[in-house]
């Protein structure tokens, strides 16, 4: 059943192999000190800095740089950011790059006009945005993190040994973004498939929630059974413009709110993969890998009504003559092969985690309490040991 | 492969029991002139316009009154409402009925500030308003048109014999809906089961087109399944908030654009439907209704792959031993079936079609090219002659 929700996404998308014509549409739209906020520097090699800064040019706007911002942007980078924002009197963010570059340009966004500490603000407190927002665009380079249509921001303090999320309201969401599946292609295999694994995850934390009957988990099906389909697909072949634009897509759809809207979500694996990002630095996506098998496995019992349409509805499993438990365990193994033949990391030892950073890692994940079973710091410490 | 598109949904949605609060959330950002815009008067048997006139005062709304908007609303009613919404000085046009209202709404909203003939303009030459546009505010008391989230207008041209639909841009899509599904507890049955039947055929004119593989296939497979579920519980207990609830949501983004993204759609079945309902004035639903399966008997041969897949993943079509014809044929004797089930009109003699009003319809008809069959003019006139 369908609870009370308010919906409004405004994010305008061009999509496509054409969709950097849309950039300059939407330039003209914004003052003349642009922020152009990007990662390592890869963007320079594979010419999407040289377009990004074509259109820039061509519309008169006036470039600042931020760059270097890497894949858990810390608080601290987040404070110099602010500065340079500041200094550039920036009227617009320009994020050229994946989920990271997107999620630091927001919470530079927000920041910018913010007398108050950031970190403390936003990450520790969850409070909504007090004062003037600056506009943010992406370009987006790396597929998987939905962060190029929702509010999400997520920022790390090592420090604090945490990496903690905010879901902004619609006004912290980008104005636009510019999503072509090409942008995509010289990713390496890792970071790739670490984004489809995330993609994969955030689909299934909504949908492995809940005991009601409603219209977002058979949408939620249909965009698993495509991931499912087109992954393989643009692992053996990374220039699959096919796969690679559904992927793109999926993920978009995957985290822009829509299939969340009036269900029960979960985000314990994201919890538990936030913390081994807040203690190792290792990628998202891994993270995420490395902790779900045994956490579904743990959980499926308190939930296994769900996990037996999943198998059925999404992995093909074959109901005839079988326990609820033997269906449900079917389509978890059948999970398993597929993250394992796509190359993801399935256990925390290959991330840098030993046996006796558990208790750490046990302090730094929050607790949520959307899934079939609500987590007990011992479960938390169980999950972890089974996930070495 | 999705192609290039821009995609940009700006409407904000109330949904739930509690859904009207949105509506004085909302109204504060309007000016003081409202017009209010519904049709037959069934919302003030059944409170509903007690309920949004009492908002409308609380929030210090001068309300001019705009009734009587029929089911295919006319040329005539439009100039009506033009009148109306000038005299009025409308800063805001409040829908509050089905889809019709809000279509009609909307063929006001771009037609208030223009001097050209809004049929001519809107419905022949396809031209985007050039003019201020009178915001759109919608409350849904029907579902099925989709017309609550995005830029569909459909007029009717009795003395010209035609029925058609103009897709607007952003800019003339309503500004917020309000969807509580309570709101559509009374609709009589038959116009319940049109409007399923009219989300059906939105879904599946986007579906049954394109030979590609594509994310919003993927998600098109849940939500029919999620309506082929809900509709015979909604039936059986039309009071039943789950099956509504979960009907009224696929509905909306059925139709809210982005399922069509970077795809082939088809929209056929639409054309037949609205050469009949401009010439018999039949309810939008059952026009649709009465033609689909001789029309997707007839093309199902053109794009036999896709017709297979409708059948496995749509309605759980057993492929072993069988040709792929013989699979696709099931798929469509299940769907007749379920039509039936629900009490659909499966003929056009029931809708007061005749042989001899042939011709006449199959001048009617708009000739679509994005399916798997681009019909000729004998082709139609076979198709309603199988229809009747």
Known sequence: MLG?????????????????????????????????????????????????????????KKVFEDAGVMPNPTVEKLHEGVERARAAKADLILAVGGGSVCD???AVSVSVHCDEEPWEKYYIRFEEPTCEIVPVGCVLTMVGTGSEMNGGSVITNHAQKLKIGHVFGTEVFPKFSILNPEFTFTLPKYQMIAGFYDIMSHILEQYLSGTDDNTS?????????SLIHSAPIAVKDPTNYEARSNIMWTATWALNTLVAMGKDTDWEVHMLGQAVGAHTDATHGMTLAA???????????????KFVRYAVNVWGVDLSGKTDEAVAAEGLDR???????????MNLTELGVKEDMIDGLVKSTLVMEGGYKVLTPEEIAQIFRASL
């Open 4 to 60: 009370n929700f308010t919906y409004c996404n405004p994010t305008r998308l061009y999509f496509g192999k054409e969709a950097m014509q849309g950039l300059e549409k939407e330039l003209p739209k914004y003052g003349e000190n642009v922020l152009l906020v990007y990662g390592g520097g890869s963007i320079k090699k594979n010419g999407i800095y040289d377009q990004v800064v074509a259109a820039l040019k061509a519309c008169g």
């Open 104 to 106: 630091y340009a927001k």
């Open 217 to 225: 988990d058979y949408i939620m099906e249909g965009m698993l059974r």
């Open 291 to 305: 902790v779900s098998m045994p956490y579904y496995r743990y959980i499926m019992p308190y939930g296994l009504a």
């Open 335 to 345: 999970m398993e092969a597929w993250m394992r033949s796509l190359g993801l990391v």
